[in-house]
Protein backbone atom coordinates (compact mmCIF):
# COMPACT_ATOMS: atom_id res chain seq x y z
CA UNK A 1 0.00 0.00 0.00
CA UNK A 2 1.38 3.25 -0.90
CA UNK A 3 1.86 6.03 2.32
CA UNK A 4 2.96 9.58 2.18
CA UNK A 5 5.82 10.80 4.68
CA UNK A 6 5.92 14.97 4.94
CA UNK A 7 8.46 16.52 6.28
CA UNK A 8 10.07 20.31 6.51
CA UNK A 9 7.39 21.83 8.82
CA UNK A 10 8.36 24.45 11.46
CA UNK A 11 7.73 27.84 13.08
CA UNK A 12 9.29 30.45 10.84
CA UNK A 13 8.93 34.36 11.02
CA UNK A 14 6.69 36.22 8.33
CA UNK A 15 8.76 36.97 5.21
CA UNK A 16 10.37 33.65 6.01
CA UNK A 17 10.49 30.42 3.74
CA UNK A 18 10.56 26.84 4.23
CA UNK A 19 10.49 23.79 2.05
CA UNK A 20 8.32 21.01 2.67
CA UNK A 21 8.77 17.24 1.18
CA UNK A 22 6.88 14.49 0.73
CA UNK A 23 8.42 11.01 0.06
CA UNK A 24 6.02 8.04 -1.72
CA UNK A 25 6.48 4.51 -1.44
CA UNK A 26 5.77 2.12 -4.09
CA UNK A 27 6.56 2.05 -8.30
CA UNK A 28 4.31 4.09 -10.02
CA UNK A 29 4.80 7.68 -8.51
CA UNK A 30 4.74 9.16 -12.06
CA UNK A 31 1.28 8.33 -13.09
CA UNK A 32 -0.22 10.03 -9.96
CA UNK A 33 -0.99 14.08 -10.06
CA UNK A 34 0.28 14.93 -6.93
CA UNK A 35 -0.70 17.66 -4.19
CA UNK A 36 -0.60 20.27 -1.33
CA UNK A 37 -3.21 20.67 1.28
CA UNK A 38 -3.44 22.72 4.62
CA UNK A 39 -6.02 22.70 7.41
CA UNK A 40 -6.11 25.65 10.10
CA UNK A 41 -7.58 25.23 13.15
CA UNK A 42 -11.10 25.25 13.15
CA UNK A 43 -10.97 25.46 9.33
CA UNK A 44 -11.91 23.05 6.65
CA UNK A 45 -9.13 21.72 4.40
CA UNK A 46 -7.98 24.03 1.76
CA UNK A 47 -6.75 23.42 -1.60
CA UNK A 48 -2.77 24.81 -2.27
CA UNK A 49 -0.76 23.66 -5.19
CA UNK A 50 -0.93 20.44 -7.55
CA UNK A 51 1.23 19.18 -10.01
CA UNK A 52 0.79 16.47 -13.08
CA UNK A 53 2.32 13.36 -12.98
CA UNK A 54 5.10 14.06 -15.29
CA UNK A 55 5.56 17.54 -13.50
CA UNK A 56 4.65 19.48 -17.02
CA UNK A 57 1.58 21.79 -15.46
CA UNK A 58 1.18 22.85 -12.32
CA UNK A 59 -1.54 25.21 -10.58
CA UNK A 60 -1.99 26.72 -7.59
CA UNK A 61 -4.45 28.71 -5.52
CA UNK A 62 -4.89 32.05 -5.39
CA UNK A 63 -4.04 32.83 -2.07
CA UNK A 64 -0.35 31.49 -2.93
CA UNK A 65 0.43 32.41 -5.96
CA UNK A 66 3.73 33.52 -6.75
CA UNK A 67 4.87 32.90 -3.52
CA UNK A 68 4.79 28.76 -3.39
CA UNK A 69 6.13 26.40 -6.11
CA UNK A 70 5.17 22.83 -6.51
CA UNK A 71 7.76 20.51 -7.98
CA UNK A 72 8.27 17.03 -7.78
CA UNK A 73 11.26 14.30 -8.74
CA UNK A 74 9.70 11.22 -9.79
CA UNK A 75 13.67 9.47 -9.70
CA UNK A 76 13.43 10.14 -6.22
CA UNK A 77 9.19 9.40 -5.53
CA UNK A 78 9.01 12.97 -4.10
CA UNK A 79 7.17 15.75 -4.34
CA UNK A 80 8.50 19.73 -3.13
CA UNK A 81 6.30 22.66 -1.92
CA UNK A 82 8.81 25.50 -2.08
CA UNK A 83 6.94 28.43 0.44
CA UNK A 84 8.30 31.95 -0.03
CA UNK A 85 6.63 34.85 1.60
CA UNK A 86 4.81 33.23 4.32
CA UNK A 87 2.61 35.21 5.80
CA UNK A 88 0.96 34.53 9.50
CA UNK A 89 -2.47 33.62 7.82
CA UNK A 90 -0.68 30.56 6.17
CA UNK A 91 -0.02 28.97 9.48
CA UNK A 92 -1.61 25.64 8.76
CA UNK A 93 -0.94 21.75 8.90
CA UNK A 94 -0.11 20.98 5.56
CA UNK A 95 -0.99 17.51 4.19
CA UNK A 96 0.74 16.38 0.99
CA UNK A 97 -1.95 14.03 -1.40
CA UNK A 98 -2.34 11.63 -4.28
CA UNK A 99 -4.72 12.54 -6.64
CA UNK A 100 -6.83 9.66 -7.88
CA UNK A 101 -5.34 10.57 -12.13
CA UNK A 102 -2.47 11.68 -13.87
CA UNK A 103 -4.13 14.93 -14.51
CA UNK A 104 -4.19 17.84 -11.67
CA UNK A 105 -7.11 18.50 -9.69
CA UNK A 106 -8.08 20.91 -6.95
CA UNK A 107 -10.98 19.63 -4.47
CA UNK A 108 -9.86 17.02 -1.64
CA UNK A 109 -12.41 13.71 -2.84
CA UNK A 110 -10.12 14.15 -6.00
CA UNK A 111 -7.46 12.67 -3.62
CA UNK A 112 -6.90 9.10 -2.05
CA UNK A 113 -3.96 8.60 -0.32
CA UNK A 114 -2.99 11.12 2.02
CA UNK A 115 0.07 11.81 4.30
CA UNK A 116 -0.40 12.63 8.47
CA UNK A 117 0.52 16.43 7.91
CA UNK A 118 3.53 18.88 8.90
CA UNK A 119 2.79 21.99 11.08
CA UNK A 120 4.09 25.24 9.68
CA UNK A 121 3.88 28.00 12.00
CA UNK A 122 4.29 31.25 10.75
CA UNK A 123 4.83 33.90 13.42
CA UNK A 124 4.13 37.73 12.94
Known amino acids: QVQLVESGGGLVQAGGSLRLSCTASGRTFSIWAMGWFRQAPGKEREFVATITGNGGSTYYADSVKGRFTISRDNAKNTVYLQMNSLKPEDTAVYYC?????????????????WGQGTQVTVSS
Open 97 to 113: ARARTFYPKMGVRDYDI
